[in-house]
């Protein structure tokens, strides 16, 4: 089965085609806030490059946050049309599980911190367990004094954009911190198609109605785990 890895939660805009778990080809744009206008067209180029018509995919993923509420939106949007148009299932993983998936194995806990703006983070703790990520915490969005609080003790492996706002504190705060440079913070379109391999194989239609962005402002602060 073809599969469509899409995300646009964060300022680049990755997609990735599979054959079934094994990724055929991946691409990454920094775009911003084209997201619109260009999600297609790098849709349409990339097929092109592997001769795949958007027919033969047999479903389809998408990030569904947290992270730009704008490019989310575009993206669920998008997924949701193809769904419409092609009956075939879709699926929604959050960016953050995807964030995660870059860090090398290391010791310690695994923690994508994504700036969510009015002084908060989005962010949740991750364990490497063969060669797996393990969500270990709610997904939270928490000012980054709050979210040391909640970290056990040991080592941590930082990643994401906000270390571009707070690693000096995360630093200071905790001495075992482990950050990752810039290429590691953001969300990969074919580590999302190996996140969400296995609900693709149950699914049993397009699934639409529980396709939604993952939106932790502004009423829930936390989304529980699944």
């Not at 599969?3 to 085609?17: E, Y």
């Not at 010791?107 to 393990?134: C, T």
């Not at 630093?171 to 440079?181: Q, Y």
Request: glycine letters at 10%.
């Amino acid at each position: 089965m073809k599969i469509l890895g899409i995300d646009t939660s964060s300022k680049f805009l990755s997609i990735a085609l599979s054959e079934d778990a094994d990724i055929i080809k991946e691409e990454s744009y920094l775009l911003d806030r084209r997201q619109a206008a260009e999600l297609v067209p790098r849709i349409k180029a990339l097929l092109g490059k592997t001769r795949v018509a958007i027919n033969k995919i047999g479903a389809f993923v998408i990030g569904i946050g947290p992270g730009s509420f704008t490019g989310i939106r575009i993206g669920v949007s998008a997924v949701k049309g193809f769904g419409i148009a092609l009956g075939k299932p879709c699926i929604g993983v959050s960016s953050l599980d995807a964030i995660a998936c870059n860090a090398p194995a290391a010791a310690g806990d695994i923690v994508p911190v994504i700036d969510a703006k009015r002084g908060n983070v989005y962010a949740a703790v991750y364990r490497r367990k063969d060669a797996k990520i393990i969500r270990s915490s709610d997904y939270l969005i928490l000012p980054v004094e709050k979210l040391l609080k909640k970290l056990k003790s040991g080592s941590h492996v930082f990643l994401g954009d906000g270390l571009q706002l707070y690693k000096d504190q995360l630093s200071r705060d905790n001495k075992k911190a482990i950050f990752l440079e810039e290429k590691y913070w953001y969300p990969n379109a074919g580590d999302l198609i190996t996140l969400g391999f296995s609900k693709i194989q149950k699914a049993k239609g397009p699934g639409l109605d529980k396709l939604e962005p993952l939106y932790l402002y502004p009423e829930d602060c936390q989304v529980k785990k699944t």
